[in-house]
């Protein structure tokens, strides 16, 4: 069984005889400097709803929500991990804690790391629900992005396939699945596009009115969309079944989905709510 598509080539950038890099790791440090700017520069064009004039966002703001994001990527990511391999850290206990051992997931770290980063904006006082709408697309694409920069390693290989379009890839690697020589789905480029398409859904999304102000019901509404993307590409992942036809990640997914509609459904309660409030003058100002 051959794919058709065969992968060749050396995935380290060898510095030096002691230093390298894989490309895969300098394609997604360039695609999270992109999100950024992305998100400074949409952020700065974004004003209040209440003042279509009024100044954009504080850009100073973005670095400490950006750090403020790494804990809960990070505790989401090795929480997921945990999770998805049960039975060896439910015996291995210890082992949760080795930053060694194991590694991360995105299913709960985008969720997580979306919390903590909200956390911090409420800390500075920052408007959180202006910087959620802001983060909606950028988000999209570092997600997309990301996965498309996994081809470079041979990373989210799925499971083995003799399709037309299964990916093989040749020569020591090292890279990111194992028995990647064997062809399989490229399951990595079936979730770029899946969240590429919906990018297109948010867009359409975004004409309604309740989602295109900037409280942050875009945001959940893209967390909705890419929930649903992984939850489809995951049935081509080599991760075996756990909860019925479902691999862990998947059910994960469900939760992540219920949260993203749950926020929707509020942020779009408030936006109504905010809408049927009669305005503020002068006059309701002035004592009796």
Not at 76 to 90: K, N, Q, T
């Amino acid at each position: 069984m051959l794919a058709v598509i065969t992968i060749a080539f050396d995935p380290v950038l060898r510095l030096s005889d002691t230093s390298s890099v894989r490309y895969e790791t300098i394609v997604l440090a360039a695609v999270l400097l992109l999100g950024l700017v992305a998100t400074a520069w949409i952020g700065a064009r974004t004003p209040d709803a209440a003042d279509e004039y009024g100044p954009g966002l504080r850009i100073d703001d973005l670095v400490f929500i950006s750090v403020g994001a790494v804990p809960g990527l990070f505790l989401g990511g090795r929480l997921g991990y945990v999770l998805d391999h049960l039975d060896f850290y439910a015996a291995n206990p210890q082992a949760i804690f080795d930053v060694a051992q194991g590694g991360l997931t995105l299913t709960l770290a985008v969720p997580l790391g979306i919390l903590s980063g909200a956390m911090i904006a409420r800390l500075l006082g920052a408007p959180v629900g202006r910087w959620l709408h802001v983060a909606a697309l950028p988000m999209l694409f570092v997600l997309a992005a990301g996965k498309l920069a996994g081809v470079l390693g041979a990373t989210g290989q799925g499971a083995g396939s003799d399709l037309e379009w299964a990916t093989a890839y040749a020569g020591p690697g090292p890279w990111g699945s194992l028995a990647a020589d064997v062809p399989a789905h490229p399951s990595q480029v079936y979730e770029a596009v899946a969240i590429g398409l919906a990018v297109l859904v948010l867009g359409v999304v975004s004409r309604h009115r309740a989602i295109a102000r900037p409280t942050g019901a875009a945001l959940f509404v893209a967390l909705g969309l890419w929930a649903l993307a992984r939850f489809v590409v995951a049935f081509t992942w080599r991760d075996p079944a756990a909860l019925g036809p479902l691999r862990v990640d998947q059910a994960l997914l469900v939760v992540v989905a219920a949260a993203a509609v749950a926020g929707v459904v509020k942020r779009v309660r408030s936006t109504r709510q905010d809408a049927r409030e009669p305005a503020r003058t002068d006059l309701d100002a002035r004592p009796a």
